[in-house]
Structures are given as structure tokens and as C-alpha cells.
């Protein structure tokens, strides 16, 4: 397997698994979805709402603000030494405290552990009115997006097969499949017909049907992937990725332990 990176940023990647089968390629974008461990709130002691919004809904709110995560000084509560009871090793907790009038943001939750903060402090929670506070305690946990969303950690993960698009000589540049084509990649250039980008083709082959002379051809390219992720921000995309292969090899290895145990 090989991997041709075309675009990769904080929270993006996009990039080209080659040589790979379908179900590995299927299963890390499973585990980005649902395996990965993340930190999130999961659940808020509310001391003081004289706002607009129910406490539920304010929790509900707070649950699904992204937080930066930090795998290295926490673990999941069930793997806690405290039985998952609550301790400095699987939990955090972060304070709000305002008065209206003000918009409250995520940028607002003050963390107990500078190294794990919101992802984002630009999402608002609540605008408070004149008089209107709130006053809460937030309690941050690892999790996985299996058991709810407020844990996954990618968002967006999806793949589809590297096409590979063939013009014919028998073209004659009548441009039909130009105006055909819903991704605008086609197009005549000094009388020739030209793909300008190959990687966005989503092979519906509509190109194909419209060529009379069948002068164009597309292809899925065996077991080549183009690859799109984006995390939510609690991780780099390039740390989720890793984080996400980490935990196929995991799972393969307690996979091999069990089947040892049953021979
Ligand atoms: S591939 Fe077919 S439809 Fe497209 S420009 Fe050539 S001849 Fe025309
Ligand atoms: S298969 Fe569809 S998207 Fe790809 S070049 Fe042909 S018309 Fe455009
Ligand atoms: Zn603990």
C-alpha cells in the first residue's frame, strides 16, 4: 500500500490509499467515525440559569463543543483505576460564569487543564439579557463516537474509487460531454478536449453516454481510493489519521489473541 497525499491542513485531508482492499479502506473511515477516543462534556452541574434556555438544552449545547484531546494524560473511565468513578485520570472539568448582557461562546468554559480547551472558542452557547446569568460547572470525558456523537472525532470521512479518464483519438472536440460534465472538468482547449482534474470525476459516466463515437473513457482504477477526512478539531486531521490506523491494529491484535485462545 502506498498513500499520495494531495491536501492536508489542521483539520483537513484529502489523499490517495493505493494497492489497498475496500475493507480496510472502509474500516479506518469507521474508526475516525466511531472508535477514535475523544474528550467531550458529559454532563454539566448547573448552579444558577435565569436564561431563556432549559438547563437540558444548555447541556445538550455544551456536549457537542469539540475539545482539544489530550490521549496521553487520560484514559477512558472504564479503563480508570477509579472503576470509572471519577478522577484526575479520566476526567476534567470546565467552569462558566456570566452575566448579561453578553453573548456567551465556547471560549468562555474555562478549563482545569490548560491542555485540553475548547477546539473552537467562536461557538456561541447563549445570549444573555439584561440580568440574566449562568453559572455551571462542565465534567469533560473520554469517549467514542459509537456510543454518541458528542464523541466522534472525525466528521466527513468518506472515499471513492481513483478514476481514471481517457480521451480517444477517434475524439472529433465537439464538446458535448464539455456540457455534460456536472463536475465542469471537461473542457476543449485549441481544439482538443482536456481533464483538468481527474481527482474530482464522481464517475457518473454521463460523459460517456452523451459521446456518440465513444471517444471518451472512465474507469474506477482497482483498489485505489481517494480519501476525505475532516476532525472536528480535537484532533490535528493528521493525529486522527494516525489515531485511526493505531486502533485497527489494536483491534486486529485482540482479534488474533481470542482466535489463539480458541485454537
Ligand atoms: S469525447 Fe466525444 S463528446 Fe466529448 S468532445 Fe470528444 S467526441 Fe465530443
Ligand atoms: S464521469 Fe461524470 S464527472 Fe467524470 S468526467 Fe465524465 S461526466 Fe464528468
Ligand atoms: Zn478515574
Redo the contacts with the bound molecule.
Sequence with gaps: MDIDIIELSDTKARFVLNDIEPAIVNGLRRVMLAEVPTMAVDYVNIYDNTSVLFDEQIALRIGLIPLITDLESYVLPEDCDCGGEGCTMCQLSLNLSAEGPKMIYSGDLLSSDPKVTVADGKIPIIDLKERQTLVLEAVAKLGIGRKHAKWQAGVGCGYKNM?V?TVKEECDSCGR?VD????N??VINDDKLE?TDSLK????????GICDINAID?REVPNSYIFTMESDGSYPAKELLIQGADTIIWKAGQLKEILSEVE
Design positions: 478514476p479518464i460531454c455534460e460534465c456536472p463536475r472538468i471537461l481533464v470525476c464522481n464517475l457518473c459516466k454521463l460523459c460517456m472512465v
